[in-house]
């Protein structure tokens, strides 16, 4: 074991009455018990609510993200096999037309002319409802119901790089989707046995400059259903990291950081992601997509290579059992940001 993390159980406040980071807050947790009350810090408090569902034929993701002075939103999909992408963005400066909540699971939309994001929680359902008028030339509409099981835990962590600058994020897998994504006259239909949702829920104060990396996926594999996230660059230093894997809702926190190896002239070759000092996680993951987003606007920087594709090896239990990762369908991401 590289850390000692602790476990939190109890509701806790992310930010003291300053603003700044409260201690009682490090750590991690099975459920979302980290209440984001962030203030102050203008320009640097950084908070989104990043959804992507893995579908039978496709992939559709949603995010609403406010970086302080601008709300940056979009909406994107992936077909397996006809390898169709598409991306569209919106950039709002100063927008009132947006809610992002305090607590993981409250209701978030955003409203504009050009794409309405709603995804709205009540009894153990997120209902996500996308409209974008203009989406590749075809009107787009998301209809799609996300259960979350009373019984599945979530990895819900704290980073602290120090009292001025931290950052909670809260990771959801697994989580059994049904409905429908329409893009003009096609009609991609989602099952809840075979299509799974992922919520990247972010709140912090960041720093000027970040970069980092994360893989994650969510399948049914083997019978059961398992979920993997990883990070990395971003918590290195930090003594927590956002490590773990669901097998049916289970979560099995990994406490040692995980290094990501790939060749940034090529991205498209296989990712090798391993533990740093056992050999507890041994993946390969083998990208058949590169999705590549770039911003340069002013005071927003960023170039994301996101790779989805699949992932084969294992991760193991404390007690020693592995857990035998097969094909399984997935994404990883570099991310650098000037925010």
Known sequence: ??????????????????????????????????????????????????????????????????????????????????QRFFEKTVVVPFTRQLRLPNEVLDTSHFRHEEMDINFEYKESQTRLNVHVKDFDGEPLQASLAIQHPESYESLNVVIPWNRQTFQFTGKHHSLPTSGEVKIGSQRFEFEPDESFAVLDYGRGVWPRESSWNWGMASQRSLGKSIALNFGGKWTDGTGMTENAFFVNGKMTKIHEDVIFHYNKENY?????????????????????????????????????????????????????KKVKILQMLGAVEEHYAKW
């Open 268 to 320: 498209k070759e296989p990712w090798l992601i391993h533990t740093k000092f056992s050999d507890d996680v041994k993946l390969t993951f083998t990208p058949f997509f590169e999705r590549v987003s770039k911003t340069d606007v002013r005071v927003v920087k960023s170039e994301v290579h996101q790779l989805f594709g699949y992932y084969n090896g294992y991760v193991r239990y404390p007690e020693g």
């Open 1 to 82: 074991m590289q850390h000692v993390e602790r476990e939190l159980t109890e509701n806790v406040m992310l930010c003291d009455a300053k603003g700044q980071l409260n201690p009682g807050a490090i750590g991690y947790a099975r459920q979302p018990l980290v209440i984001s009350n962030l203030r102050g810090n203008f320009m640097r408090k950084k908070k989104w609510n990043y959804w992507c569902v893995f579908g039978d034929e496709i992939m559709f993701s949603a995010t609403i993200s406010h970086l302080d002075y601008a709300t940056v939103c979009f909406v994107y999909f992936l077909n397996y096999e006809t």
